[in-house]
């Protein structure tokens, strides 16, 4: 036996065993389920490397954690399930559905079978061919991988024995998109037509406000405030998942603390996703008025909706795309790559005239409700009246001046 002073508490004890002379390191780490000890043994030829072991095994543990007992069964697809469940509580329903997709589709089809503690790079990599194979945008793919990764990360913060090797596996590269800012004669033609529209303001506010779709089809005549001239976006149209798309009896997936509205069928109005999508925006002179006219024509809404169709109901998200494709085809514009320009390109042309019209970038991040592109740095206030001289020069340039 070694004859070497006491060991400090905690450091570990370290001895010869009798039998075969092989040296034996053990230090204690917690309770099991039970609440017996925990201890974790390690051996060596000499005393000297059973010393070293010990010390790197400790070092390890209070880096990284200790793995569960047990946890070197646990698949990938038993520990995906767990996580999905969990995550069903905490996630937006969009994002949840999405790792579902991942998840279900993809990442158990591939790996389900797969240890944890077992994964190798390669196996991270399988998942994106098998996604590349069955010809999935890169975009997608690169969306799931992010899922894996993070499924992967939390089974570390757990005590799962995840090697750490594989969550420095890259994704794919994004794609080169193709989207654009409307041309200003485009978007000039396309207000043009929305103009004989009785709620051609929908569009207006698109591309004058930037506002998102499901901020234009779930605002409420309440967020108006027509004397202090402003748009409170506080709410946006989304269409929520079944628990169960057989039995929609049992109502929808619904994580904790995310307020919502029901409103017709799966459609719910519900909070923007991030605090800088809460957001309040000015009402120009030239909306202001149209606003007002057509809040005199506009079909009555239950839920107080500021566009519904014509019975009153919330917009579908599908017919609004269509209506947004039949403006552009009797404008007779397009986008350069002989496509209809998406809805999303209105806000980028909104950001193109604020950035032309030389606005700071902190009031083009508070009218249009993005994070700040420096992450770091603090976000300022900017105040209504920043924001409406901003937008004056946006509705200048597409003619939208009372």
Request: hydrophobic residues 40%.
């Given at each position: 036996m070694s004859k070497d002073k006491p060991r400090d508490y905690g450091s570990g004890s370290v001895y010869q065993r009798k039998s075969d002379g092989r040296w034996i390191g053990t230090i204690e780490a917690g309770y099991t389920a039970t609440g017996a000890r925990r201890r974790v043994t390690v051996t060596a030829r000499t005393e000297?490397?059973?010393?070293?072991?010990?010390?790197?095994?400790?070092?390890?543990?209070?880096?990284?954690?200790?793995?569960?007992?047990?946890?070197?069964?646990?698949?990938?697809?038993?520990?995906?399930?767990?996580?999905?469940?969990?995550?069903?509580?905490?996630?937006?329903?969009?994002?949840?559905?999405?790792?579902?997709?991942?998840?279900?589709?993809?990442?158990?089809?591939?790996?389900?079978?797969?240890?944890?503690?077992?994964?190798?790079?390669?196996?991270?990599?399988?998942?994106?061919?098998?996604?590349?194979?069955?010809?999935?945008?890169?975009?997608?793919?690169?969306?799931?991988?992010?899922?894996?990764?993070?499924?992967?990360?939390?089974?570390?913060?757990?005590?799962?024995?995840?090697?750490?090797?594989?969550?420095?596996?890259?994704?794919?590269?994004?794609?080169?998109?193709?989207?654009?800012?409307?041309?200003?004669?485009?978007?000039?033609?396309?207000l043009a037509v929305a103009g004989q529209l009785p709620h051609g303001t929908r569009w207006a506010a698109a591309l004058l406000q930037g506002m998102r779709q499901g901020e234009c089809l779930g605002l409420t005549w309440e967020c108006i405030d027509f004397a202090r001239g402003t748009i409170a976006i506080s709410w946006q149209l989304q269409g929520l998942p079944y628990i169960d798309g057989r039995n929609k009896a049992l109502g929808f997936r619904v994580p904790d603390?995310?307020?919502?509205?029901?409103?017709?069928?799966?459609?719910?109005?519900?909070?923007?996703?991030?605090?800088?999508?809460?957001?309040?925006?000015?009402?120009?002179?030239?909306?202001?008025?149209?606003?007002?006219?057509?809040?005199?024509?506009?079909?009555?809404?239950?839920?107080?909706?500021?566009?519904?169709?014509?019975?009153?109901?919330?917009?579908?998200?599908?017919?609004?795309?269509?209506?947004?494709?039949?403006?552009?085809?009797t404008a007779e514009v397009g986008h350069s790559a002989g496509r209809y320009y998406y809805g999303h390109e209105m806000r980028n042309t909104t950001a193109t005239l604020l950035l032309e019209a030389g606005v700071d970038e902190s009031v083009r991040i508070a009218i249009l409700g993005h994070s700040s592109i420096n992450t770091t740095r603090v976000y300022e206030y900017v105040d209504v009246e920043q924001a409406r001289a901003a937008l004056t020069l946006v509705a200048a340039r597409l003619q939208l001046n009372s």
């Open positions: 000297a490397e059973v010393k070293r072991k010990l010390r790197d095994r400790r070092v390890k543990i209070e880096q990284d954690g200790l793995a569960l007992a047990g946890g070197t069964r646990v698949t990938v697809k038993t520990w995906a399930e767990k996580w999905l469940a969990r995550t069903e509580r905490t996630s937006r329903p969009m994002a949840y559905k999405g790792d579902r997709t991942a998840v279900t589709q993809w990442i158990v089809p591939t790996i389900g079978h797969k240890r944890l503690e077992s994964l190798t790079p390669e196996d991270i990599r399988s998942v994106t061919e098998f996604c590349r194979s069955k010809g999935l945008q890169t975009s997608s793919i690169k969306r799931y991988h992010g899922t894996l990764l993070r499924l992967l990360r939390t089974a570390i913060v757990d005590g799962y024995g995840v090697p750490s090797r594989v969550l420095a596996v890259d994704g794919p590269d994004a794609n080169k998109t193709d989207r654009a800012p409307l041309a200003l004669p485009h978007a000039l033609a396309v603390d995310h307020e919502s509205r029901h409103l017709l069928g799966a459609l719910h109005l519900v909070r923007p996703k991030s605090t800088k999508s809460h957001r309040l925006i000015p009402l120009l002179p030239w909306m202001r008025d149209a606003l007002l006219a057509w809040r005199e024509i506009a079909p009555a809404s239950r839920h107080g909706l500021v566009w519904p169709d014509v019975n009153g109901e919330p917009v579908r998200i599908e017919h609004d795309n269509e209506e947004w494709k039949a403006l552009q085809g």
